[in-house]
């Protein structure tokens, strides 16, 4: 019981923003959040040997709750191997989601 109280008293110390405690909650849980969590972890998501050498640069909701993904190469010349490589780019933010999210992806040098 104790134990508890040191860690009640601590975060007390040091109070954390709703954004930061329920960020870690939906990371707990599982549950995604938005948009906007598939670009903050695009990293996580896509895996040392896609997000080295793309970036998200755009995302857009669709009335339909799916996204219309747009991913800058970090070098132009990588745009034809990420092109290759566009159905594991959408089976990883679809398995992130849940379900078939991606609707559309596109590359922009």
Not at 21 to 35: C, E, N
Not at 82 to 91: K, N, T
């Amino acid at each position: 019981m104790s134990n508890q109280n040191k860690n009640f008293d601590n975060r007390a110390k040091h109070p954390q923003t709703i954004g930061g405690a329920l960020g870690g909650l939906i990371r707990m849980f599982g549950v995604r959040a938005s948009d906007a969590d598939l670009a903050q972890r695009w990293d996580e998501i896509m895996g040392r040997d896609i997000a080295s050498i793309a970036r998200l640069a755009a995302i857009k909701k669709n009335r339909d709750n799916t996204f219309n993904v747009v991913i800058r190469p970090s070098v132009p010349a990588y745009a034809l191997q990420l092109s290759y490589q566009s159905d594991e780019i959408i089976r990883r933010i679809n398995k992130y989601f849940g379900y078939n999210a991606v609707s559309k992806i596109s590359f922009r040098k």
